[in-house]
Nanobody, 119 residues
């Protein structure tokens, strides 16, 4: 139900804007939306979440911005990209928690991912 887009290949210092749409419309009882990423050989990690507030991983603070529009599409604006930002980026939603979490296991809806490569 979640579909990501906007990934691609950019040079270090560049920008990308990721988009997450709910293909069947907004998921009822969603308490939090998040962006996660996973690099080869590494665990999936939280990048940013948005519920009643926003939260960012320390490594992306002040470079990435998570936002939503009135339709609850979720965006991730990524500026000043670094090679270590490379990976598969996933959009996720949770309806099982009262708020946001940093743990991927707490999210019960996931998109298929969009690849980000920074060189």
């Amino acid at each position: 139900q979640l579909v990501e887009s906007g990934g691609g290949s950019v040079q270090a210092g560049g920008s990308l804007r990721l988009v997450c749409e709910a293909s069947g419309g907004h998921i009822p009882r969603t308490k939090c939306m998040g962006w996660f990423r996973q690099a080869p050989g590494k665990e999936r990690e939280m990048v940013a979440t948005i519920g009643t507030t926003t939260r960012y991983a320390g490594s992306v603070q002040d470079r990435f911005t998570i936002s939503q529009d009135v339709l609850k599409n979720t965006y991730l604006q990524m500026n000043s990209l670094k090679p270590e930002d490379s990976g598969m980026y996933y959009c996720a939603a949770t309806t099982i928690l009262p708020g946001c979490s940093d743990r991927p296991v707490d999210y019960n809806y996931w998109g298929q991912g969009t690849q980000v490569t920074v060189s």
